[in-house]
């Protein structure tokens, strides 16, 4: 079987989206698929019409966009420049099936190309656009703009001849909108156990050069968007800090939260106890995790976060981190509150806190703590079972489709 991706961005560019895709292309391999790969133009610095990269080829759209202030003409311009990148390439592959990966910009030439073709087209939700630009500040939420993109999302999904999708929070909002039950599948989010393995010792060298010998350490590692909720930890660390003279926080990684999260430091008067490393190479990361005694996911409650389930805490779960998470539904979806970790009241500094305290001080629960979460993962979330999903939905339309 011959499937042709259509991807935003990829590595080398390191986010929670490209990890997903090479897991995905890795364990479909393993299913004795054949994989090709095809980027938007937004994938940046792109020079080259194919590359490799760490052993995977991808196809490139080169094509020049200019950008617009006419709301639209710019997005047009990217569809149909994927569209016509996607189709010599769809002409030249045959793959039996289109699987287009969010967002709706890359469905829409999928959907015109297989068409054409008629080959099958899958809809990959990660996320809905309009509620990560909501986010970033470029829509208001049910502004018109956000009216129109997500008029647009639902276009997509009705026409597309199956969705797939990362989570239970996401596939309920896509029936919502009219597409059967029958037409969506969840293909979670998951881990690769072999590259996390059990959190091993502190390296002194490191924790001395950051100042954390003999701390109790808080850490995040990750991209320090808005709705990660970084602001609620700091704003919760002065209570901490009351119970915990010893306590730090580690914040490992950059973002545009960055400078307002350093200047909120200063201002609660809180700089001297918290670290900011910036960026670490990838190849690190696992000395800084090993520094932090509790990880904390302080998501603030909005549709992206109530909907979708993050990466970040499986992969703490896989190494046998302890971790405390807001209860927002992306995040319920993965935690059992005293299970595989501990849920707090989204959007609540003294929850936050008390939280943090609570399990610094429950020594005795960190062993079976640890222990489940690596199971939850070991058992449930771990790329190969994740995929398999994907078979039926691939069968069912290359069996109808005549491949």
Not at 72 to 92: D, I, K, P, S, Y
Not at 120 to 143: I, K, L
Not at 146 to 157: D, G, H, K, Q, V
Not at 327 to 355: C, M, T, Y
């Amino acid at each position: 079987m011959k499937i042709l991706h259509i991807l935003d961005h990829s590595i080398p560019l390191h986010s929670g989206y490209t990890f997903r895709t090479v897991s995905i292309l890795k364990a479909q391999r393993a299913l004795g698929w054949e994989t090709f790969h095809l980027t938007s133009p937004k994938h940046v610095n792109c020079t080259v019409d194919e590359e490799d990269v760490d052993g995977w080829h991808f196809y490139r759209t080169q094509e020049q966009v200019e950008s617009s202030r006419i709301p639209g003409v710019g997005e047009m311009r990217l569809m149909n420049a994927t569209t016509r990148r996607l189709q010599a390439l769809a002409e030249r592959l045959r793959p039996d099936i289109l699987h287009a990966h969010s967002p709706v910009l890359n469905a829409i030439p999928a959907l015109r190309v297989g068409k054409r073709l008629g080959i099958p087209v899958v809809y990959e939700v990660r996320a809905f656009w309009e509620d990560a630009a909501v986010d970033h500040g470029t829509h208001a939420e049910w502004g018109l703009r956000y009216r129109m993109t997500r008029a647009l999302e639902t276009w997509a999904l009705k026409r597309a001849d199956h969705v797939t999708t990362i989570c239970e929070g996401l596939r309920q909002d896509i029936v919502a909108r009219g597409i059967p039950e029958d037409r969506v599948t969840v293909i979670p989010n998951a881990v690769d156990i072999e590259k996390f393995p059990i959190g091993g010792a502190a390296d002194e060298s490191l924790q001395t050069q950051l100042g954390l010998a003999g701390a109790t350490v808080i850490g995040f590692i990750g991209s320090f968007y808005a709705y990660e909720g970084l602001d609620l930890l700091l704003d919760a660390f002065p209570r901490v800090l009351e119970a915990m003279p010893t306590a730090r926080v580690l914040l490992v990684g950059g973002g545009p939260q960055d400078a307002a999260l350093k200047a909120q430091a200063q201002r609660l008067g809180i700089a001297d106890k918290v670290v900011f490393t910036g960026r670490v190479p990838h190849a690190d990361v696992n000395r800084y995790y090993d520094l932090v005694d509790i990880l904390a996911y302080p998501r603030h409650s909005m549709r992206l976060t109530e909907l979708v389930t993050p990466l970040k805490p499986l992969e703490a779960m896989a190494q046998a981190r302890l971790l405390v998470a807001s209860d927002v539904g992306g995040h319920r979806e993965l935690i059992e509150h005293g299970v595989n970790g501990i849920l707090f009241k989204a959007g609540s500094a003294a929850h936050l806190a008390d939280a943090v305290i609570d399990l610094a001080r429950a020594r005795d629960l960190w062993p079976q703590l640890k222990l489940a979460g690596r199971t939850f993962v070991e058992q449930q979330r771990n790329w190969p079972v994740s995929v398999a999903r994907y078979r039926p939905v691939y069968e069912r339309l290359t069996s109808r489709s005549g491949a």
